[in-house]
């Protein structure tokens, strides 16, 4: 069995426990990663969101992915498989999210927004950016991570962990009690 074929047996295994054991985390924010990378950005996101009280997981086209990096963790946070963008933005829309995506140049920082508990935080490919185009989703608002390097992005994975930071901070680090 060869390296790629491993991690797809694997993926299946904690998929399987995903369904039987993962509950929502204690805040009401949602992550969908948009055709990311199959490596390891995806496990990494996946054990950050356990560790910040995810709601849930959107992997959107990809049809597997590395579980390794996700440190077990793929089993306690909900995550579904949909095909396209389209899928998790008319689930979350019909459902009351506000959908927030990242752009280094919007006019807004990170640290500026007033979330309201239904937000939808939407990562996009480090190469390709979002699967969709800006203006099929006016209703998407524009965010930046204030950098001061040189550097053009931050790896998305880093990213995801700190949207997750600042969402649990900017409530006290407290969970609404309807969710405890």
């Avoid at 007033?114 to 185009?133: Q, V």
């Avoid at 204030?146 to 900017?170: C, H």
Wanted: glycine share 6%; net charge positive.
């Amino acid at each position: 069995m060869n390296k790629r074929q491993h991690m797809q047996k694997t993926f299946e295994r904690q998929r399987l426990l995903n369904k039987v054991l993962a509950t929502p985390g204690p805040f009401p924010y949602v992550l969908i990663l948009d055709h990311l990378k199959v490596d390891f950005n995806i496990g990494k996101i996946i054990r950050s969101a356990e560790a910040f009280g995810a709601r849930a997981i959107d992997v959107v086209g990809t049809i597997y992915f590395d579980p390794m990096p996700a440190k077990g963790c793929m089993k306690r946070v909900p995550w579904v498989m949909r095909s396209t963008f389209i899928e998790s933005f008319q689930h979350y829309q019909a459902q009351g999210y506000t959908f927030y995506a990242f752009d280094a140049n919007a006019p807004v920082g990170l640290h500026e927004e007033t979330f309201p508990d239904k937000s939808a935080f939407i990562l996009g490919h480090e190469g390709f950016g979002f699967s969709f185009k800006k203006e099929d989703y006016p209703q998407i608002k524009y965010i930046k991570i204030p950098q001061f390097g040189l550097v053009e992005s931050l790896n998305v994975s880093v990213a995801a962990s700190i949207v997750m930071y600042e969402f649990t901070r900017s409530r006290g680090f407290n969970p609404p009690a309807e969710s405890l």
